[in-house]
């Protein structure tokens, strides 16, 4: 059974830094690709960061882009997300996702809050 389960979440003021983690298990994960995803209130779900299977490929939403670090490790079946710098508009439900062709699993998101 695939599981996502995300943690690191939480309040943190303006031009502060969380760690993300998505711990994975059900699944061969380091065959898959990772990303993040937030969904904002009312807003439409994005792409925040992806990471290929091989770790060699990473990308980023602009709005994030230097500010935002995705990184895997293989062996312990996880996925982060390094936030620096966070601003108020980052704030927002964080999802990971892992996808392989037509397989694609969510886990149930953490909040994070960026507020003085």
């Known amino acids: 059974q695939v599981q996502l389960v995300e943690s690191g979440g939480g309040l943190v003021q303006p031009g502060g830094s969380l760690r993300l983690s998505c711990a994975a298990s059900g699944f061969t994960f380091s065959a898959y690709v990772m990303r993040w995803y937030r969904q904002a209130p009312g807003k439409e779900r994005e792409l925040v960061a992806f990471?290929?299977?091989?770790?060699?490929?990473?990308n980023y939403a602009d709005s994030v882009k230097g500010r935002f670090t995705i990184s895997r490790d293989n062996a312990k079946n996880t996925v982060y997300l390094q936030m620096n710098s966070l601003k108020p508009e980052d704030t927002a439900v964080y999802y990971c996702?892992?996808?392989?062709?037509?397989?694609?699993?969510w886990g149930q998101g953490t909040q994070v809050t960026v507020s003085s």
């Open positions: 990471i290929s299977s091989a770790r060699a490929i990473t």
């Open positions: 996702n892992a996808a392989r062709g037509s397989s694609v699993s």
